[in-house]
């Protein structure tokens, strides 16, 4: 008596998996789906328009600060951080590093009136 034998199941043949990069493989490499990014709310257009308001207010007053800042001498050469050490004392109040800072208000009060300027994101949406 013979047995039976089981019956065989066919399996889909997959493809050989893909090089890296070698330029060996025949294979088209595998698109993985990803999901849709999770949608969040609109913001309403008079809150983006708050939030970019008080920004490049907050650009501007920050910009002056450090622009002005190194030239007002009680608030320069007066500070404790910058009088705990001399060399860090001779350092700070060169004329290039008062001038470096005052160049970085500068471009804060830049990227203020550029954000100020520009037009806004959708506009008539919210």
């Known amino acids: 008596m013979s047995q039976p034998t089981p019956p065989t199941a066919s399996v889909p043949a997959t493809p050989p998996p893909a090089s890296l990069g070698n330029g060996a493989s025949d294979t088209a490499p595998i698109a993985v789906k990803s999901s849709p990014p999770e949608s969040h709310p609109r ?3 008079w809150l983006q328009q708050a939030e970019r308001f008080l920004r490049v207010i907050v650009r501007i007053y920050l910009g002056l600060l450090v622009c002005f800042a190194p030239w007002y001498p009680p608030a320069w050469d007066n500070n404790p951080l910058f009088m705990s050490s001399t060399t860090l004392m ?10 470096m800072v005052s160049g970085l208000g500068l471009l804060n009060l830049w990227i203020a009136l550029r954000d100020a300027i520009r037009a806004p994101n959708n506009p008539g949406q919210g």
């Not at 001779?90 to 001038?99: C, D, E, L, P």
Request: aromatic letters at 16%.
């Open 43 to 45: 913001l309403p257009y």
């Open 90 to 99: 001779g350092w700070i109040t060169s004329g290039a590093v008062r001038g």
